[in-house]
């Protein structure tokens, strides 16, 4: 189902428990209106999360909730939601059933900090990176992605708001603050949260050139009424947090 | 669980489906956001969703693919998932099981138009609206609330690229063409998809007042990395789409 060249016709999501619902539902957002507007083409979406116990091939729900401090798996009736565990997500794929992919998007979110959490999602990225036309990362995602090895030597950003958490997961990775997104090698990585919207409608930009495709990304973003931000050096966050550039240790 | 004073901590969210993913996920983001800050309060959440034909009090799965043009349910294998399609929501509640509420959300997507596929909701929002603090809606969810009759006799607002088909299903409301959301009575109505971030902020610092949460709604807007609105009237996609006023018809 990849595309070897072309637009990328294979996306993916991962989702681990303590996602950050706007890291992939901004993306996902973008992409849905593409697929409104090119319905002679037929993309595809693996939502990829783990396994049920026992059983490699059939994922697990997955919900917001922080794993270390949501309602437990145990006490999840139907009166004891508490706000985040009450979204619920069913991936459609497992690490072990996900087709090929041209591009996987990770988002970030509480559960990916200390990244030892997410050690499942960082053996699938290593495995899966070698063949993927492009990785993207919103927000922490790019901890997840430093920490896999899969950002040394590249220039990346992440979410200003943990930025010291997350750029010692990369010591050999340039840290740039003031940047809403960040392109290098095959890796996109955002800045926080809704910095993800930004970043896809520049990806899309890049696979449906304007001489191409004329006007698509405009008319997606005007379909979101979305004021997008199309220089990526346009960051008022990196001032707010107080966040500086951290180039790689010798 | 629904609060008569004070802040609110009962919300609820419709899915319907064909909904809008952004449409519900960015007002969610704000607050999961505002729960990250406020963790001595208890705020709960229901997804409302339609129940599984013959069982009143299990809700069914329900994703953003359009009815009309979806992956029929016989068909979704897990190699045959749409785009859409694959992106699966579990609610927590059926119209009959959902708890009181302060506040609902509805939001739009391809699904609510024509209104006709949304009886099931039109008929739980005319129930439900009497007990409710406020009724937010995004997008063409103003539809739904429109043709259920609660937009009668007041100002509203939706999105701009279904200006026209949104405006028709309220004759006895006022449309305001530029305004990024619209308060009147106890209903806000947001315009297309991302406005409903910018109205969720503005709701939130209507609820949590400056003078007793001083920073409240910066702090979740810049943990969010969203560059929000606060003025109403900044509004540039009715230019974008040439919406003008609609007033109540005599």
Sequence with gaps: MASPQGPPTSYGVLLYPGFEVLDVAGPIECLNTLTDQLTDQKLTLS??????????????????????????????????????????????????????????????????????????EMAFLKKTFPSLRCL??????????????????????????????????????????RARWVVSGKVWTTSGVSAGMDGMLALLREQYPEEQHPGLVDKIANEMEYRYEADPSQDPFADVFGAEDVPPQK
């Design 136 to 177: 993207f990362t919103v927000c922490t995602g790019s901890a997840v992605a430093a920490r896999a090895g899969l950002l040394d030597g590249l220039r990346a950003t992440s979410n200003k708001a943990n930025w010291a958490a997350v750029t010692e997961c990369g010591p050999r990775t340039h840290w740039v603050a």
């Design 47 to 120: 939502i990829i999360g783990r396994p049920v116990d026992g059983a490699s091939q059939v994922p697990a729900p997955v919900s917001p909730a922080n794993p270390q401090d949501g309602t437990p798996e145990s006490d999840r009736r139907i009166d004891s939601f508490n706000f985040k565990s009450a979204q619920i997500y069913q991936p459609t794929h497992t690490f072990d059933t996900a087709p090929p992919l041209d591009i996987l998007i990770v988002g970030g979110g509480w559960g990916s900090l200390p990244t030892d959490k997410v050690a499942p």
